[in-house]
């Protein structure tokens, strides 16, 4: 599976929609220059909590959008 997005210019979106999600669970981001400073466990950590946050959140927003036409 590729972690490039289907549509190049919604890469700054998807960017946003994590740091917000992010912000929202109180996980710290670090500065993508200084990512190799941290651990696997630690990105792993912070992987699993956005991801699943952010799969839940896209999936509540797909249905809104469905019921409300």
């Given amino acids: ?7 190049k210019e919604a890469r700054q979106a998807l ?6 999600i992010a912000q929202e669970l109180g996980v710290s981001m670090p500065n993508t220059n200084l990512s190799s400073d941290i651990t696997s466990r630690q990105a792993g950590q912070m992987g699993g909590k956005l991801g699943g946050a952010m799969t839940k959140r896209l999936i509540e927003n797909a249905s809104k959008d469905i019921t409300n036409g």
């Fill in 15 to 20: 960017n946003q929609f994590k740091e917000e």
């Fill in 1 to 7: 599976m590729s972690k490039k997005p289907l549509v």
